[in-house]
DNA sequence: CCGTAAACGAGACGGTACGTCCTGTCTTCTA
DNA sequence: TAGAAGACAGGACGTACCGTCTCGTTTACGG
């Protein structure tokens, strides 16, 4: 009985393959930034041809986009979300500034912002992919804590993520200061002092 | 008596030329976004050689900075510093969302930080243009506001300056949430509801 | 079985392609000659990219030789060796001036001479693809002669082999007298008053 | 009575300016030859600005005919006109051999001739200017030769110039052969044992 | 001995072409 | 069918010169 009619016909993909070109991918991001990274660089890197690397992503912002997910570490994210809020919060600025340390990481993103603004399908697909459900596991975190009353009920939440997750995009990108332990704390305190009930 | 160093010799450099490039940079810019923004494009919509583009401007960035500069109102924001704080902050929100309807001022934004992300020497040049002196504006109005008393002494400037800034350039670049009078009045109202001292 | 070494992969290459540049390339300089010989317009006449053209030719000269060698008839000359030596000597510059009254041919000799004096490695190319060939073929023709006992065994074979075609590129090239069937048979006449025995 | 009205007004020409100009042009020429060769790179070496050899000069070619020209001593060929037909024939080669032995020689002939193809204003000048004079003494000297006697009055005068100009000017543009003394003796040995009469 | 016209350096200007790089698509052969 | 190789059209890059122009500054002559 042959079950799904659309099932895999001729040569499956090459395992290896993919793989190579995402390394490839990210040590030339690593070593290079957004300026060396190119397509056709990633495919000789890689010793893979362009063909292998437009079959699997149509574009070099989806082969960014990848990159980005493939190095995120989901389970750490979830966890947040049973921590105490300021714990929670803490941690992800923690986790964030220690992330950005790598210059894989801040190359990345840049790279992704940079090819966003030219590219308005990017730019959908890097709100959906990204930027959304990270302010989603915000917004339920703070939601939390306000029906727990740890937060002041009165707060808009969409501007305390603008200015939070605000803060470390217009750092990350613009780069006037640094991004570090000390900026992550202060940030911290300085949020929690404006939202935190006193109990 | 300064005498001129460095005394003009040859030719002079045409103004009319000069106004030429940066009105088709603008016009191309609004119509077309960074996408179809290049040196190629604007030479030939001005009518001018890709020589006297390059003779004025190093690079792509250093001519979107000039536009940008060019197309900015220094007097609305001096004007700032003369207001009571709230009004201040107020008007600086409400400009710059007034200018950003204007495609010409997002695109160009956009392209500025795109360029940016690719090339170190310009974003060098973008921050001390643009990012820095703004920031200055914002501490010493904070400054003012703490030194007078109607501002909480204890807050990061820093961070703060972050947290506003931050919200705006976030919603700018990344597009999640609209960029509106309501958004300029939800972040004033939240924002001194954190930083205000009561009376 | 000789199995073939670096055997072809990837794309061939298109033979329209190949054609529409020496087509496009022998027609711009059929009109226009060398002053409007450019690989950008050829690749524009051919609608071809650059790109296409540069895969193949390494130079401007290096696709002049190419044009110059496809519109040679090999066929033509190899008869030469078999005609006696009068006659065959009398068919080569009536040949010549028969093909340089097509400007096609004056056109694409000057530019190749034009671009050899310019570029060394063109020069040793022109010399090895076209003079030194055309040179061993009169060479073998004269000794041949003087084997046979029909010319003067004393002549100092280079000198006459510079004396003829020299006279031949010395009118085309500096275009003081012109060539035509009367040149060729003067030519002819005279040069074998002085090389060939009498009987 | 007022002589020449188109007398000499305003600043006169330089005489310095000139002669670095030439200065600057014949070593660029001697150095790098044709390729490196370009009005901007004359003035800048000679440290004068463009308007002053363009002033003097209308074209690239011009200068270098000039070029030619002051290098040559006419004096040199004139005496030949009262040498004995051997000797102003075999003194020729060897003043022509000599000369090329300069690189400065052969860049600006083989510049001229380059020059030439590509500008048929600049062709004319230079047959006016060289080809014609040079053959029209050549053309003399063998009238004279038969008319005393010593020289074929059966040759015919313009296909003997041919052949021994063009024998020199094809090594020359070609460069298949060198030009030195052999050639020099070689081409009279065979030129004379054709056309001179046995006595 | 003074005004003026031309020469001069500097360099801007509109052009044309260069040769290179990369994009995204395509075509071919091999596995 | 995947995959490697590489051809292809197209677009832009930044550079080099071209020949012309526009400046401000000399400099010799002729009135």
Redesign the interface.
């Given at each position: 009985m042959p079950s799904s009619t659309s099932a895999k016909r001729g040569r499956p993909r090459d395992a290896a393959t993919h793989q190579s070109i995402l390394d490839a991918a990210n040590q030339i991001l690593s070593d290079a930034?957004?300026?060396g990274f190119s397509i056709e660089g990633v495919a000789a890197k890689a010793g893979v041809s362009k063909t292998s690397i437009y079959r699997r992503w149509p574009s070099k912002g989806a082969l960014l986009l990848d990159l980005y997910m493939a190095g995120m570490d989901g389970a750490a994210l979830a966890d947040l979300q049973h921590l105490p809020i300021r714990d929670a919060f803490q941690r992800y600025l923690s986790l964030s500034v220690k992330r950005l340390e790598n210059p894989f990481w801040t190359n990345t993103i840049?790279?992704l912002?940079?090819e966003?603004?030219?590219?308005p399908e990017m730019?959908d697909l890097?709100?959906a992919k990204v930027?959304?459900p990270r302010?989603e596991s915000g917004r339920i975190l703070l939601q939390r804590g306000i029906d727990e009353g740890q937060i002041d009920s009165?707060?808009?939440i969409?501007?305390?993520l603008?200015?939070?997750?605000?803060?470390?995009?217009?750092?990350l990108?613009?780069?006037?200061?640094p991004i570090d332990q000390r900026f992550a704390n202060?940030?911290t305190?300085?949020?929690f002092?404006?939202i935190e009930l006193e109990q």
């Open positions: 930034g957004y300026r840049q790279s912002v940079a966003a603004q030219a590219d730019a890097f709100r930027i959304v302010r009165s707060i808009d969409d501007i305390v603008d200015a939070v997750f605000g803060a470390l995009w217009y750092r990108l613009l780069g006037h200061m202060a940030l305190d300085q949020v002092a404006w």
